[in-house]
């Protein structure tokens, strides 16, 4: 299963990767899209929204249950990926590339300490 080295990962399987002008763009990994089955629908937050690291930011379905997505890091939300919301097979198809889910503007306080590399990732995805 494929974890890209320059991403960095929660316990709650997203993803991110931060940006120089301070915007992170988030989406879940493959194995959490695998683990869900086919998604059908996604409620992700709105442009402007405050989302604060660790909080649900929106709602994952698939045709096996409904997951809360947690938001890796605070800050504002800057866009969301609106060909996600109108086809949300893309969270599965290309959890890393078309399927990420939104941007954020990170608060100065910056990521949390507990994000993951790729090794640290898989090994826990692993246990």
């Not at 320059?6 to 301070?22: D, F, M, P, Q, S």
């Not at 949300?88 to 608060?107: E, I, K, Q, T, Y």
Request: with cysteine; hydrophobic share 40%; aromatic share 8%.
């Amino acid at each position: 299963m494929s974890t890209p080295e320059h991403l960095r990962y929660t316990k709650e399987h997203e993803w991110l990767t931060v940006a120089e002008n301070g915007v992170a763009t988030v989406g879940i990994t493959a194995y959490a899209a695998t683990a869900l089955g086919d998604v059908v629908y996604v409620q992700l937050p709105e442009t402007g929204a405050a989302v604060t690291a660790g909080e649900p930011c929106g709602e994952l379905e698939s045709t096996k249950s409904v997951s809360d997505l947690y938001a890796p890091v605070s800050g504002e939300v800057t866009e969301v990926n609106q060909e996600v919301v109108d086809d949300p097979a893309l969270v599965n198809s290309a959890p890393f590339a078309d399927g990420w889910l939104f941007r954020v503007r990170v608060d100065a306080a910056g990521e949390p300490d507990d994000l993951m590399s790729a090794a640290e990732y898989t090994a826990f995805t692993s246990e």
